[in-house]
């Protein structure tokens, strides 16, 4: 389907999947390559991003691995901010979401060095009445930027029940563009995710554009007996198998390979 977001008043086809690059400002994201702290690191991975062909720069500041704790607010914010400088100073024309689940993170990355998406794994599932808003999603409706939610909820079911509160919500507070994750490795199962992934399909009928992000994650290296540095080719796989099942974004850590995943997947399509 050809959705498009608006970022700051330039609107992007997601008709042609896009692919947002991962860049992690933190010294214990699960994946340990993806973690890149000095000044030096952050701009050789912006700038690899961009030249390998992704159109958006997703970067963390906090993370959201099994089992860790989460930093402090003002050590997100202090991280962010050292490397949201970093990438706009690099690459200033990318566009740049924020993976955060804080309405002040949020904020200041938005107001202080212009992200254009923001990217929240953390807000907690609305109520089955439909009553609690979390504040993120006010925060969002303020900031006027595409909002990615991500579903911890265990089946398609859930998830499309929850997809349809949330929508429902956000669209109550004026926001106008939003982006779905079904959120792979979080709340669920492994066989549970590839359940996920096999009906990935049925997410369509909320007519907005899907995030996967599925990149190296244990639903690839605890199925296969390896390591997540041994998990490329399973994510090739896993991300070939979202875009044919209409995936609009996939957020992964090797952007070359899923370039490459767009354009054989769009080659396919253009026969039908």
Sequence with gaps: ??????????????????????????????????????????????????SEGASIIDIGGCSTRPGSAPVSEAEEMERLRFGLGIVRREQPDSIVSVDT????????AVEEFGADIINDVGSPATS??????PPMFRMVSRLRVP???????????????EFARTVQQLRDLGQHDIILDPGFGFGKTLEQNYAVMSGLERLQVMQLPV????????????????TPEESLGGTTVLNTIA????????????????VEAV???KSLNSTL
Excluded: C
């Design 1 to 50: 389907m050809d959705y498009t977001i608006n970022v700051k008043g330039r609107l992007v086809n997601l008709g042609e999947p896009q692919v947002m690059g991962v860049v992690n400002v933190t010294p214990d994201s699960f994946y340990a390559v993806s973690r890149k702290q000095s000044e030096a690191e952050i701009a050789d991975r912006a700038n690899q991003i961009v």
């Design 211 to 226: 995030l996967v992000g599925i990149s190296r994650k244990s639903m690839i290296y605890r199925l296969l007996g390896l």
């Design 243 to 258: 875009l044919m099942k209409g995936a609009s974004i996939l957020r992964v850590h090797d952007v070359r390979e899923a």
């Design 263 to 265: 354009s054989i997947v």
């Design 147 to 161: 909002y990615l939610y991500m579903s911890s909820q265990p089946t398609l079911r859930d998830i499309l029940l």
């Design 128 to 133: 089955q009445s439909g009553a609690t808003v």
């Design 101 to 108: 689940f804080r309405p002040d993170v949020a904020r200041m």
